[in-house]
């Protein structure tokens, strides 16, 4: 942990002592657990950090990037040895998609590599086969860069904004070191990346996927490339989210610019979803006709509910209810 005594993980290079309590810009000292889960989706045990270098208006997960400034309290710190024997039961135990890494996110968890370093060295002591992957904005020094690029087997890279007065404005920090790891992760790391993204902001970050598509394609056209529709949080909470066309649009714009992998996920809705307006019609008896019940009931349906009328004391499915959580990126 010598690199806290004198912390210049991120581009801040604040120098402070975060073993002793000294705060930087991330405001936080050693590494600290928010959650661990088993995401099928990604084939990974995510492991979320506390902390982050940025100051995110539109940050979706702000009580844990900002941690502690909104007041929510954690688990705390967690061993290595402790984190990855509770991952290996976990993993034993889960029933689904193989999980082939052990996934860091935040925040940002580029602040605490030194405790990543720990964890990966802890799972090849324990033997288990499994690899580090970390989702970053890439605010990282040119050796922290490299450090994170030798020890991962998967990196997902966020480029928030081309332009730096956007990038500014929006996590109130430079875009120059971003856009320098990109290139860095393209030339040296390339079989490592799961894929680059970018929220898009209406009337922000819209205007500036065209162009970051356009520099990633100079490095590599077949690089993936996420767009992410933007959820109204945190500042930005009344901020309008984007529609299912402008997605598509900007789909089409950055494939003009040059990328051969472009997809997105996630819009703010403007209607119900025809699936779910299916979902009300079929169900609309079971609740006496009541349109509002049936609508209603109707999303749960949707995530694979199957008990109508709802009845969750009945339920076959109540250890395992699919209604519990639903993940909107797993689908548009």
Not at 42 to 63: D, Q
């Given at each position: 942990m010598g690199d806290l005594e004198s912390c210049r993980l991120c581009e801040w290079k604040c120098g402070v002592n975060r073993l002793r309590g000294e705060r930087g810009v991330c405001r936080?000292?050693?590494?600290e657990v928010a959650a661990t889960m088993c995401s099928g989706s990604?084939?990974?045990?995510?492991?979320?950090?506390?902390?982050?270098?940025?100051?995110?208006?539109?940050?979706?997960?702000?009580?844990?990037?900002?941690?502690?400034?909104?007041?929510?309290?954690?688990?705390?710190?967690?061993?290595a040895a402790v984190l990855v024997a509770e991952a290996r039961e976990r993993i034993a135990a889960y029933r689904g998609r193989r999980i082939r890494t052990i996934g860091f996110t935040g925040g940002d968890p580029i602040i605490h590599l030194p405790y990543i370093e720990e964890v990966a060295a802890e799972v090849k002591r324990q033997g288990l086969d499994l690899g580090i992957g970390i989702s970053t904005g890439?605010?990282?020094?040119?050796?922290?860069?490299?450090?994170?690029?030798?020890?991962?087997?998967?990196?997902?890279?966020?480029?928030?904004?081309?332009?730096?007065?956007v990038h500014r404005a929006l996590t109130g920090s430079p875009v120059g070191p971003v856009l320098r790891n990109a290139e860095y992760l393209v030339h040296e790391g390339r079989d490592r990346i799961r894929v680059f993204r970018t929220v898009v902001i209406p009337g922000m970050t819209d205007r500036e996927a065209g162009k970051i598509a356009a520099f990633i394609a100079s490095l590599d056209p077949g690089v993936p490339y996420r767009l992410i529709g933007f959820r109204p949080n945190n500042v930005l909470y009344y901020h309008p989210g984007p529609s299912r066309g402008e997605m598509e649009h900007l789909c089409t714009v950055c494939r003009k610019a040059g990328l051969e992998d472009v997809a997105w996920s996630g819009y703010y809705p403007e209607a119900v979803p025809d699936e779910v307006a299916v979902e009300a019609a079929r169900l609309a008896p079971a609740y006496g006709g009541e349109p509002g019940a049936a609508l209603t009931a109707a999303y749960a349906a949707a995530c694979g509910c199957p008990t109508h009328p709802r009845n969750c004391g009945a339920c076959p499915l109540r250890d395992r209810c699919p209604a519990t959580l639903r993940e909107p990126w797993r689908g548009r």
């Open positions: 936080v000292g050693r590494a990604l084939a990974s045990y995510i492991v979320t950090l506390l902390g982050c270098c940025y100051r995110c208006l539109h940050c979706n997960a702000y009580r844990i990037s900002q941690y502690p400034d909104p007041g929510w309290h954690y688990a705390g710190h967690v061993p890439g605010f990282a020094t040119e050796a922290t860069m490299e450090r994170i690029v030798d020890l991962c087997r998967v990196i997902t890279l966020e480029i928030k904004a081309w332009s730096d007065p």
